[in-house]
């Protein structure tokens, strides 16, 4: 099975020797320090014998006073564009759980350390390096990229979960347990029923897609995998009373749902149009805590598309990091029903770090970008504590009311009531950001930056370094067209 984590699923004999070696390996594997608080948990998870592993670094944890524990470093893959191309690059992950504190030693096995970061840079994760080794300390939950000189192709990604609190009864009717292990689903697909909780354990791997269509009730929990060869890994689908919490995925859709929660999952995809965590005519949707790299739009908010019909209401997105190779880190707009029109209204997208953006297509630019087309409406719209780093290549905002043909059948019908609240770019790559509408009827109205910061200046209507002459818009690199009406740049308001 080609680009997978698993190199020789023909030696099931010896995948069946391992199992019971690594249920006891994993029972060893919790720890507490008798010296230290009771809150300090270290869980870690042995890797299935034929999980593919990249040897670039070499990952240990440990409670402080306490045996270090090898953590494995799973092959994963991640998309660089060279020109038009997209190209395959293999990188690294690893995950853990814990609570309290717990040290880090990451050793980079590829040659001397010139520079190191970890990031997102806002959590300011102080580090230490000696020889070939990075050392750290973690005191809460953190989804972070380990980068040695300069390279994000080849990084480690660290997941460091929280402790779980709920671990399903494998015996329970209701339960679908997947343990330690590497499981082939058959037909490469899991359909869950209404009322089932599907749980995977850390250390398992689950070779196919996870389906929920037209079920009520259902959970999908754990700190496993689905292989990382799986396309649209966990699909959603005309479904209610829906969460999906903890596992590594390369995309989580939802489509013609309400009521989701997708919390504290890892979502990494690398192939051509790998969209992370679209989400199609529904209405409330939660995202939160999640980690999003991806080979095209890290999260979308649509109308009609892919045979779900409607538009969108209450979505969030919270406490999350998105990391676009290419495309859009946030995108609301573009598809919808131009014989029926839709809103797309009552988004928020607060607490995020922005790790990248690479985008040479100036259509589709934007680390923050509504584009309303396909007559629809976007409204009530809250961006809140965004913080954006230098991303390689495109825009900060795209804000338009636009008809592109290649995917719309019309313009939409507007973009109003919109909120930039704490948002802030450190940086020198970006393009001019554009907010423009599209005719007299159809406009970009209403919108509020507060508090908005680029490269640490306060950008407001009366900041006392702009030219009389200049709008507010010149003094953060940004082109606002026709059809834009309501543009306020203030200070914060108590």
Known sequence: ????????????????????????????????????????????????????????????????????????????????????????????????????????????????????????????????????????????????????????????????????????????????????????????????????????????????????????????LGRGMIDHSIKGAIRIARSKNVEVNGLFVTQCMTGGSENVTIRNVKCMSYYKWGDGMNVISSKNVLIDGVFNRNSDDCTTVYGTRSGFVGGCKNVTMQNSTLWADVAHPILVGTHGSTPNPEMLEDLSYINIDILDHKEQQVDYQGCMSLNAGDSNLIRNVRFEDIRVEDFRYGQLLNIRVFYNAKYCTSPGRGVENVLFKNISYNGKNAKPSIIAGYDDQRKVKNLVFENFKINGMLITDDMPNKPAWFKTSDMSNMYVGDHVEGIVFRKSIK
Request: glycine share 6%; aromatic share 8%; net charge neutral.
């Open 1 to 220: 099975m080609p680009k997978t984590v698993i190199n020789n699923m023909k030696n099931l004999s010896l995948l069946n020797q391992h199992f019971c070696v690594l249920c006891l390996m994993l029972s060893t594997t919790v720890f507490t320090a008798s010296h230290a608080s009771a809150n300090d948990v270290l869980r870690a998870y042995p890797a299935p014998a034929a999980a593919v592993q990249n040897t670039d670094f070499s990952v240990k944890v440990r409670i402080s006073g306490q045996p270090w524990r090898d953590l494995p470093e799973y092959l994963v893959k991640v998309d660089q564009i060279k020109g038009i191309d997209h190209q395959e690059e293999n990188a690294s992950m690893s995950y853990f759980d814990f609570s309290g504190e717990v040290e880090v030693a990451v050793t980079f096995n590829k040659g001397p350390i010139n520079m190191s970061q970890i990031r997102p840079l806002s959590y300011n994760i102080q580090h230490k390096v000696a020889g070939r080794t990075i050392t750290f300390k973690l005191n809460k939950p953190a989804n972070i990229s380990v980068e040695v000189n300069g390279d994000i192709f080849h990084n480690l990604h660290l997941f460091a979960n929280p402790v779980e609190t709920y671990v399903p009864d494998k015996a329970d009717s209701n339960v679908i347990y997947y343990g330690p292990g590497i499981h082939e689903l058959p037909g490469k697909r899991l359909k869950v029923p209404s009322g089932k909780t599907v749980y995977v354990a850390g250390g398992a791997i689950l070779m196919g897609q996870i389906l929920v269509e037209n079920a009520e009730n259902v959970k999908i």
